[in-house]
């Protein structure tokens, strides 16, 4: 583990590996002069590797030779510069087809999935059936349906069916009848010359045709269809055709200017938009490796996995899932860490659809699975939504498995309103959640014609703010250097249960994902099992971090190979004093198991709204039963003492958790602000800009803490994630000396600091909007403490001399929309003189304040440029460049591409008020 000193060290210079690394769009003719140019454009702001990534507009052939010609001058021109190159793995995406090539190869290694036929027959009859395209045929079963329903007849319905003239159905019309199947084994039924002949017995019945069908996804922007995953053949063809061919061009530079491979969103494609519908996914071994794994066939129960048949269901389903999870893992996951491993490089990248339970099963089986092997797991963020917890799974999938870094795929489709502040509030968002590593989404080589439409913007030199962003990616590079050492710590684990959606999801419950849903209230179906489990998931999770209390995800698989003792769940390094289980239905038998011998060794588990009364893969343990009816009986939260523990169930609503979890368990870092500042009104629009919901939350909710620990210090991330401004007292766990440690600048300053009676170190800090602390605490001699000062004069400076492209203006400051241009991106500079009638002491220091800047400014004094401001507070100090008498004052600033590209009206320009103030040391 790494010490202080060494960090110090770090911070002071990162590694090209910890700057921010962009996706870099190659998206047009790859001219080399223009490419050598870009590569020295990120160099001069810091930003010193990227992932060569073939995008849309590509006008050079993917991995052709001239492709390669042109990845082999960027990666020696790359080396040269001391810079880094990670290789993005397909053709647009998503991974695993390699351009077409794959699929090219044979026709079978194209995606495939089961798909189920249904035909309806009343008994006693001779049923005759003859099997269309019986290549496809994998069973055809037949089972009873034990009641018919009538469904609730939906009033709008019915009214259309009367107006259209339809008459009402038959029995066999799922639209208009709920189906009860008998909880029964299913009759797995013979094909004799493709077909079949069946003597119904008396009843209603189902004859139900599975047929095996490629998967009708193609890859982004293509006509090749996508591969199969669990075909082992298939991805060594994906290898051959892609890693391979790079190794073989640049094996010299692995593992020194290569670093890895980027994976991006491989899957499971079927049952997904609007193909496949209903179906599951599948390959041509799958009956036989399922049986190999299960112990039995999965044919005569295949059903099960469309319909309830009865106490094995559920066990079936998770079966059918856990074997999907491994053989995506061993042949598809697994197999591409391995060759990188063995190749001297590194996989990073992410998984399809992160936000939710059900999302993440059909396309992944298990994200805990799949991302195991990687050596940085990554999420993306390409949206403006907070309610999710897509960045704490991945973070906790790399905790659990010892990785130091965490990747971030961010900034895409936010559109060309990006900016840096605006960045650096997502980079804080995320940061503070776990991820360590950003990759920019992304720098184009081109945004000619469409290009600059394809899920922008670029965050590189074609915006107005370019030459102004360096600050950022400073405070990219160091933050994510401190924030990728030592070990993650935090008190609470927060159960992630997979077999929930395992055990209850069906291909048909939920429908088919359309996309569409990216908010907590736009999640579909709620009443499903699933849904319900995800929504309780996710605002428990949301809960936990407004009140400080950092935690981990851990699914089955990670409970099991933890450790207990001493009232501990260790988890890799991780320590956790409690655990919180979310609303579930059914949990692995392990799990429960593990749980209430966590308790029984003096930990915590608390069950949230609703308590598991079924397991799979075991028998429920013993005690469960009687405990289960004492904390049913509850009708407010509370405690059962288990062993050295304590087990508490909270019948009802989130927010209650915190509140018996405090009892027993604090977070590592207490929030108090005044009374008079502790509330926010908070108002929230959706997507569609219409008003959501308004209400009022304590602003110590907007407080979010990450914290980590080395050898001989803590690391504390503290992050306000509001717009209002306000003090704070933090009594933190830790060392009792303060260091702030400022990114953007490298700077680092002691701050004064107490000792409470219980032994936490106390620190006030003044929060800003939407600010962020990076603080480390240490024992021992530091720095001295920064000098305080206060206000002694200040001057507003309101006559300017504008010029906004080619427009002049001589006025007080406006916004350049309110001047007549509206649709103007570029760069605004600003001209006026301030005069100072005398010299300053050695106690007086002069800053010139911008107030508000849209979006980035440079500040230009009698000639000397200061280094330029890219996000709040627009602040420099100037005591050092003016002079008594008139100073003059240039003040350059840019806006984003929004108003040009996007004919956007958004404010832009100058704001101010703009103030020279004298302030004196205390």
Not at 37 to 42: A, N
Not at 395 to 413: C, D, K, M, P, Y
Not at 420 to 434: S, T, W
Not at 900 to 913: D, K, M, N, V, Y
Request: proline share 6%; aromatic share 12%.
């Amino acid at each position: 583990m790494m010490d202080l000193q060494t960090l110090v060290a770090l911070f002071s210079k990162p590694q090209p590996e910890h700057t921010a690394c962009p996706f870099w769009f190659w998206n047009g003719d790859l001219n080399p002069d223009e490419l050598i140019r870009q590569i020295h454009l990120m160099h001069e702001k810091g930003i010193c590797a990227f992932f060569i990534h073939a995008r849309k507009g590509l006008t050079v052939p993917y991995l052709s030779e001239e492709w390669f010609d042109r990845c082999r001058l960027v990666i020696e021109e790359a080396a040269r510069l001391g810079m880094k190159v990670w290789i993005y793995d397909e053709d647009n995406w998503p991974s695993g087809y390699a351009g077409g090539r794959v699929v090219a190869r044979n026709p079978n290694f194209v995606g495939q999935n089961l798909n189920l036929e249904r035909h309806y027959v009343q008994g006693p009859k001779n049923f005759q059936l003859k099997l269309a395209c019986p290549e496809e045929v994998r069973a055809v079963a037949a089972v009873r349906i034990a009641e018919i329903r009538p469904i609730t007849p939906n009033p709008l319905i019915s009214h259309l069916r009367l107006r259209e003239g339809k008459k009402q159905t038959s029995w066999f019309d799922r639209s208009e009848y709920e189906h009860i199947y008998a909880k029964e084994e299913p009759l797995l039924l013979t094909v004799r010359d493709d077909a079949v002949s069946w003597d119904v017995p008396e009843g209603y019945w189902c004859v139900m045709v599975f047929r095996q069908q490629p998967t009708k996804w193609f890859g982004a922007y293509s006509h090749h269809l996508y591969p199969d995953l669990m075909n082992e053949g298939a991805v060594d063809a994906f290898l051959e055709e892609t890693h391979e061919q790079y190794y073989r061009r640049f094996k010299e530079h692995f593992g020194k200017t290569v670093l890895g491979f980027f994976v991006d969103e491989p899957g499971l494609y079927n049952n997904f938009w609007d193909r496949n519908v209903g179906s599951i996914p599948w390959t041509h071994d799958f009956a036989d490796e399922f049986e190999k794994r299960r112990g039995y066939d999965l044919l005569r129960w295949l059903p099960a996995l469309w319909e309830d048949l009865g106490e094995r269901t559920e066990q079936i389903r998770f079966d059918f899932w856990l074997t999907v999870t491994e053989l995506l893992e061993e042949r598809f996951f697994g197999k591409l860490a391995k060759w990188c491993s063995e190749h001297g490089v590194m996989l990073t990248g992410h998984l399809e659809w992160e936000e939710w339970l059900f999302t993440m099963t059909r396309h992944s089986g298990n994200p805990f699975k799949a991302l195991c092997h990687f050596h940085v797991p990554g999420v993306d963020k390409i949206d403006e939504v907070t309610e999710k917890l897509a960045e704490k799974m991945v973070a906790s999938i790399a905790h659990i498995n010892g990785r130091q870094r965490v990747l971030s795929e961010t900034f895409a489709n936010i559109g060309w309103k990006l900016s840096p502040p605006y960045m650096k509030q997502i980079v804080d968002y995320q940061f503070v959640r776990g991820i360590n590593w950003l990759c920019c989404h992304a720098f184009y080589f081109s945004i000619d014609d469409y290009r600059k439409f394809e899920s922008p913007p670029s965050e590189f030199f074609q915006n107005p703010w370019w030459e102004h962003s360096k600050p950022l990616w400073d405070y990219v590079a160091r933050l994510s250097a401190v924030l990728s050492q030592g070990n993650h710590v935090a008190p609470v684990a927060l159960y992630y249960p997979i077999e929930q959606a395992w055990a209850t999801m069906t291909p048909e419950a939920p429908k088919a994902f359309d996309g569409r849903a990216w908010e907590l209230w736009q999640l579909p179906e709620k009443h499903l099992p699933v849904q319900q489990t995800d929504q309780c998931l996710i605002r428990l999770g949301l809960c936990l971090l407004e009140n400080q209390y950092d935690f981990d995800l851990l699914d089955y698989s990670a409970l099991t190979k933890a450790e207990i003792a001493e009232g501990q769940l260790k988890v890799g390094q991780e320590r956790f004093l409690a655990m919180v289980v979310p609303s579930v239905d059914i949990l692995v038998a392990t799990s429960l198991r593990k749980m209430l011998a966590f308790a029984e060794s003096g930990g915590t588990v608390i069950f949230v709204n609703k308590l598991p009364n079924r397991v799979v893969n075991g028998d429920m343990p013993k005690g469960w039963e009687a405990l289960h009816h004492l904390l049913s009986s509850f009708s407010l939260p509370d405690f059962v003492k288990w062993g050295k523990g304590q087990i508490g169930f909270v019948p009802q609503g989130i927010e209650a958790t915190v509140v018996l979890l405090r009892k027993v368990v604090l977070p590592d870092a207490l929030v108090e602000i005044s009374p008079d500042d502790d509330q926010i009104l908070i108002w929230q629009e959706n997507r569609f800009g219409l008003l959501r919901e308004t209400y009022i939350r304590s602003l110590r909710h907007a407080i979010k803490v990450h914290r980590r620990v080395l050898k001989d210090a803590d690391i504390y991330f503290i992050v306000n994630e509001s717009d209002r401004s306000f003090t704070a007292t933090l009594r933190l766990v830790g060392r009792s000396v303060v260091e702030e440690w400022v990114p953007h600048k490298g700077e680092r300053k002691r701050l004064p600091s107490t000792v409470d009676e219980n032994g936490r170190t106390v620190i006030t800090l003044p929060f800003g909007a939407w600010q962020s602390y990076l603080l480390v605490l240490k024992e021992g001699t530091s720095l001295n403490i920064a000098p305080s000062y206060k206000v002694k004069d200040m001057q507003i400076l309101t006559d300017w001399q504008i010029r906004i492209g080619e427009a002049e203006f001589s006025r007080q400051l406006v916004s350049w929309h309110d001047l007549g241009l509206a649709w103007y991106s570029g760069i605004g500079v600003y001209r006026t003189t301030f005069t100072l009638d005398r010299l300053l002491s050695p106690k007086e220091r002069l800053i010139l304040d911008l107030g508000t800047v849209l979006e980035t400014a440079q500040i230009c004094i009698n000639g000397v440029a200061l280094p330029p401001l890219a996000f709040p507070p627009y602040q420099a100090e100037i005591t050092a460049h003016v002079q008594t008498g008139q100073n003059e004052l240039v003040i350059t600033v840019a806006n984003t591409n929004a108003n040009a590209f996007e004919h956007r009206e958004r404010p832009s320009g100058l704001l101010g008020p703009v103030r020279v103030i004298l302030q004196e040391k205390t």
